[in-house]
């Protein structure tokens, strides 16, 4: 299994961006994806899932702003981020995760890991 994340980059307050998590075969049909992120400083945090039956779950930070979503014919997992605020800026991981979400905001759920793409919000 292999997930390739992508799309970060450099984004002021209250600007978007969007970040892609591109699996390898047919992981994505069967499995939940969790988007995490780790902050300088701080543990590794799960901040959004879609479940293997597209049920979404968002942390409160960012509810309202991120929305995750799937296309399976491209095999990849997009978090739309809206809104964006300084206290986003991590790297992000996106990581195959059980398949109903559960406890996915821990990163001791991630099974399989993409590499990190950098998010940085300033202005």
């Known amino acids: 299994v292999q997930l390739q994340a992508s799309g970060g980059g450099l984004v002021q307050p209250g600007g978007s961006l969007r970040l892609s998590c591109e699996a390898s075969g047919s992981i994505l049909d069967n499995y939940a994806i969790a988007w995490f992120r780790q902050a300088p400083g701080k543990e590794r945090e799960g901040v959004s899932c879609i479940s293997a039956s597209n049920w979404t779950y968002y942390v409160e930070s960012v509810k309202g702003r991120f929305s995750i979503s799937r296309n399976k014919a491209k095999r990849t997992v997009y978090l739309q981020m809206n809104g964006m605020e300084p206290l986003d800026t991590a790297v992000y991981y996106c990581?195959?995760?059980?398949?109903?979400?559960?406890?996915?905001?821990?990163?001791?759920?991630?099974?399989?890991w993409g590499q990190g793409t950098q998010v940085t919000v300033s202005s």
């Open positions: 990581a195959v995760v059980d398949v109903t979400c559960y406890k996915y905001t821990e990163s001791s759920t991630g099974i399989f």
